[in-house]
């Protein structure tokens, strides 16, 4: 079965944020990009089903300016056989990134769409659901396992009080969360074999969605700042000021 | 303006979430609604109806909602939803899962995971892992909003009267099905909702350890979590993980055992009212945003906090 991977460009997940002075965004100038890391699973997983037989092929899509290209290399390296690029400056937010998924789901008529659960940017948790929601598919959100069997997957969540098993017809979308898997590093062999394999780049209009955003940012700011207490000197002291100056025992 | 609030619950009491969703509803303004959606779930909505604030509680009660399955709760509150200008749900896992589908099918974008409310269509929300604050406006004629609970104080669970009534919409999308769930079992508070969270990172060095904060833990009524740290080496399920990729927690008292303190706990526990560190090592950036410092031994702090805990309450 043919599986369709998204992956984002963000801000790499060791880079320290800045708050640009104007408060109009975060400051992303010469900042060094990857691939978001929940999307590195899901290329992982979509990896891992085509090595047990399950996957026949991967493809990856990727929205976002030229420079996004870079992450669908990077997912061929890992494992997937084709890209396609939707190629676009303006800012896509969730909606209008699903819509956009949906037109290459249509396209490409996957088994299973596997994506990261949030970016690590927007931190918004929003585009798998949605994309679920717009095709009609079934959703397996913040997933630990993933098992394919026949036309079904069962789907293991990670929910707030535990885990959560449920079955979805396929096709269907899966979004992983952090223990699906351990994603793999791309060999040097492979990222030179990445260079040859196809890679298609389309516009939003090539595939009839126009992109405006419903949400505008009117500021960013940075976080208030917590500052640091005291010390104490031992245990005795500590739960005296917890309970005669915090009171909070 | 007509908000409709999404209760959180198990089919048998209601989530102390949302109250705190109610809460950020009466800051946007309006007549609040809430919808029950599940099986069997009649005490919720008598539950629901005495939250202060609530006009009307709706009841969805079918097998089709019993597992809160996002493809047959989206269906429903996106056509309960067209009657409101606000839809809001906690930003639990319930809440994250069904909100963006029913956004896309009533064809509105979501506002996620908000932390206060400027006005009708203006709210705040952290990005980048809280460290930046968005403030964002929508423009669509329904908002569809999760709220983190923590961010806004409970309303008073008692002392209201509203009306209840049934709903017999019955969405089964037909998509998907329950298997099974493994949930945590313990006679702790909730992690999210807790007075007091003590929580191990890996200085902790095994699970088995974990048992000296459990004791410290039953002194004082509190939850047990962890860092990422901790759960990735396996000392502990996920499930008590605090942080970015966790659980956030707001808690009067957070104490951190053994918890350097990176970013992306920092980012789950931050908003605590008092925090106490203890860590062997000085220069551990938790220390940073500690209210009460001990520089020691975890292995000989705990215990004797066991102790003097057992003298003065």
Redesign the interface.
Known sequence: MKVLVAVKRV?DYNV??R?KPDNTG?DLANVKMAMNPFCEIAVEEAVRLKEKGVASEIVVVSIGPKAAQEQIRTALALGADRGIHVETDEEV???EA?KLLKAVVEKEEPKLVILGKQS???????????????T????G??A?EVVVEGDKV?VT?????????????LP?VVTTD??LNEPRYASLPNIMKAKKKPLDSMAPADLGVEVA???????????AA?Q?????A???E??D???NE?K?? | MSILVIAEHDNSSLKQATLNVVAAAKAIGGDIDVLVAGENCGAVAEAAAKAEGVNKVLVADNAAYGHFLGENLGELVAELGKGYSHVLAAAGTTGKDFMPRVAALLDVAQVSDIIRVESEDTFVRPIYAGNAIATVKSSDSIKVVTVRPTAFDPVAAEGGSASVEQCDVVKDAGLSSFVKEELAQSDRPDLASAGIVISGGRGMQNGDNFKMLENVADLLGAAVGASRAAVDAGFVPNDMQVGQTGKIVAPQLYVAVGISGAIQHLAGMSDSKVIVAINKDEEAPIFQVADYGLVADLFEAVPQLEEELKKVL
């Open positions: 801000i320290k944020v708050v975060v937010q969730s909606l699903a690590i940017d927007s931190d918004n948790n929003q585009t798998g659901q949605m994309l679920a929601a717009l009609g598919m079934g959703q959100t913040f630990s069962n969540r990670e929910v707030d009080g535990g885990l959560m098993t449920v079955s979805l017809n269907a952090l223990r955003p419903r949400l505008s940012t009117l500021k960013v700011e940075a976080p917590r640091a207490g005291i010390k104490v031992d245990v005795a500590l739960v000021k917890l309970k915090a909070v025992i």
